[in-house]
């Protein structure tokens, strides 16, 4: 059976609603050959965000809650075509949700299926405001289970936590090559989800939303990464400056001041490199908003296709950048 997980969105508005169904409806995690695995219930998804808001207008219920966003994980070893699994989630969606708009979005992108569902607030038919809790999320469970188990699918296991290590095996280097490296994973994670973020909290909760945890502090130098099969790693490991906390709080204060619109493709240069070619509007605006925080200092980075080249280079060795190029052992 698939697992049914609910997705805590501490940001509920308008905005964040078309965020999060512009995220979940992406292309490259949905295609699949000719086939573009988004279907919706009550709604057409290219104009579920504009039909969910037309429903809350209609029954004068635009403040509140805004929307719900649940994740259906399948088994690797379960035998399903992408297409069965957004019929699946599809099927869940009218069986739960009947009176609500609901958008399907299969992801194709990872070593397992999985189905983001994101709920409207407001039911199309009679208005009535849904209100979930944890009964709710059990019985959304069983029906998920019972659902799964007429397609004869097994239970998803949660993965046992691996001991660290500090290098990588030859074998765990070539996992890296075909794409199968966990850290990789972690770092094709974080890049996605800094495509959709403008600040930390929307940047969290991307991450939360392919299943990977973020602490990230005020009195904490560094974040911490906790991947699905509880794996940490800390943004100084991750062999890329854009990633250290100073750095990504400079990014989203950028991206705040010059109006930066979710879904933007990552600059060849990187991110930051986008952020230093800014830096000069950047203080313009500083000084004309007095309001804003005071103008960082220029991050550094390094060139963003030598990064990918020398990412699995420096995995492999045991070793990670830092500022002054000296490398040192790096934990697993």
């Given at each position: 059976m698939a697992t049914f997980t609910a997705i805590n969105c501490k940001r509920q508005?308008?905005?964040?609603?078309?965020?999060?169904?512009?995220?979940?409806?992406?292309?490259?995690?949905?295609?699949?050959?000719?086939?573009?695995l988004v279907t919706g219930h009550n709604c057409v998804p290219q104009s579920a965000y504009t039909e969910m808001l037309t429903t809350k207008q209609r029954f004068r219920k635009t403040d509140g809650r805004q929307f719900y966003h649940f994740v259906q994980s399948f088994s690797e070893d379960d035998p399903i075509t992408p297409a069965e699994a957004n019929a699946i989630g599809l099927e869940l969606a009218q069986r739960e949700f009947p009176g609500f708009e609901v958008v399907v979005a299969t992801h194709v992108d990872t070593n397992h299926l999985h189905n983001h569902l994101v709920v409207n607030s407001v039911s199309c038919i009679n208005g009535k405001k849904l209100h979930q809790s944890a009964d709710d999320l059990l019985a959304h469970r069983?029906?998920?289970?019972?659902?799964?188990?007429?397609?004869?699918?097994?239970?998803?296991?949660?993965?046992?936590?691996?001991?660290?290590?500090?290098?990588?095996?030859?074998?765990?280097?070539?996992?890296?090559?075909?794409?199968?490296?966990?850290?990789?994973?972690?770092?094709q994670a974080i890049n996605e989800a800094l495509e959709y973020a403008i600040d930390r909290d929307s940047f969290t909760e991307n991450m939360e939303v392919e299943g990977y945890q973020v602490i990230w502090t005020d009195t904490r130098k560094h974040v911490t990464f906790i991947c699905p099969d509880g794996r940490r790693c800390r943004d100084s490991s991750l062999h890329d400056e854009t990633f250290l906390k100073e750095n990504l709080e400079t990014l989203f204060i950028y991206r705040q001041t010059v109006g930066f619109y979710p879904g933007s493709i990552e600059p060849d240069e990187g991110w930051l490199g986008e952020v230093a070619s800014g830096l000069l509007r950047l203080g313009k605006e500083v000084e004309r908003q007095a309001d804003l925080p005071p103008l960082p200092a220029p991050p550094v980075w390094t060139d963003s296709k030598q990064r990918r080249r020398e990412a699995l280079k420096k995995m492999a060795m045991g070793q990670k950048f830092s500022n002054d190029q000296s490398y040192g052992m790096m934990g697993y």
């Open positions: 508005s308008s905005g964040a609603m078309r965020g999060t169904l512009d995220y979940v409806m992406q292309q490259k995690k949905t295609r699949w050959y000719d086939a573009t069983q029906a998920n289970n019972e659902i799964c188990a007429a397609y004869g699918l097994s239970v998803l296991e949660v993965p046992e936590k691996q001991s660290k290590r500090k290098r990588m095996t030859p074998g765990e280097y070539q996992a890296g090559l075909r794409g199968d490296s966990w850290k990789l994973d972690l770092i």
